[in-house]
């Protein structure tokens, strides 16, 4: 039996959607023209146009495998949000962390994905969690956390995972560090949570996920720097092939 080959979906980092009705038009002319036709189809457009051309476009796309899409246009909100929602996408959200070692991981999670609204709300705290969990560390993967610290970790602290728990011994330091003494199988992968509330309903979600080795330590570093893009991931904690080039980068100071 043949075996089956999963790829990751691709990213569509600038899309003008409104340029598809532009296909097989103006051949033999020159970018002037073209340009032209362009700027006549922009001023036709309407929230009643995108709302039913854009659903198709993102459709093809989808069908096309293409699972983020990086969308450009020059027309209100409300508009662009119905168009979100009948394409089945979603308003993701990855948080940045570095971890040592990479090999084997450093592969972005998706911390919250969520349907937008017409106003958003996203609150967190920064407390964070050591996990660990058997899930693989593969795109496409959703991250389902075994075992957590029974409290938000503190950086400095010793953490071994053992037993099917961790613990805490005296150390130093400013990254959380922890060290897995379960021997395989089962594997396990580890990484960092974060509670959020987004638009006033709370979640827990993993920021990274990184294989360490039996006997062997690793260490966690957040970052406040937030990614925020357009995917049809609909879980929080699905680990992603990458982050969409376009997205909208934040980061935040206290």
């Not at 699972?67 to 940045?96: C, P, R, S, W």
């Not at 938000?152 to 922890?178: D, I, K, R």
């Not at 959020?196 to 966690?220: E, R």
């Amino acid at each position: 039996m043949a075996e089956t080959l999963q790829l990751p979906g691709f990213v569509d980092a600038h899309s003008h959607g409104f340029q598809r009705a532009l296909r097989g038009r103006n051949e033999g002319e020159d970018f002037w023209a073209w340009r032209e036709s362009m700027l006549d189809l922009a001023r036709c457009q309407t929230p009643e146009r995108v709302r039913r051309d854009y659903v198709w476009i993102y459709r093809e796309l989808r069908d096309a495998g293409y699972t983020a899409v990086g969308e450009f246009n020059y027309l209100g909100y409300d508009a662009g949000l119905a168009a979100i929602y009948q394409a089945g996408q979603n308003v993701t959200l990855v948080k940045t962390s570095t971890q040592s070692p990479l090999a084997g991981g450093n592969l972005p999670v998706a911390w919250v994905s969520f349907d937008p609204l017409e106003n958003n709300s996203i609150v967190w705290i920064e407390n964070y969690y050591l996990y660990a969990t058997t899930t693989l560390c593969q795109a496409g993967a959703c991250i389902k956390m075994q075992s957590m610290t029974a409290g938000p970790a503190q950086t400095g602290v010793q953490y071994t995972f053992a037993n099917g728990f961790f613990s805490a011994l005296p150390g130093a330091g400013s990254v959380f560090l922890m060290g897995n003494g379960t021997p395989a199988p089962p594997s396990f992968n580890f990484g960092l949570a974060q509670e959020a509330t987004v638009n006033n309903s709370a979640v827990f979600s993993p920021l990274n996920i990184q294989p360490v080795l039996y006997n062997c330590d690793a260490t966690f570093t957040p970052l406040e720097t937030v990614s925020i893009f357009l995917s049809s991931t609909e879980n929080n904690g699905v680990v992603l092939s990458q982050v969409a080039s376009q997205s909208l980068v934040v980061t935040l100071s206290s």
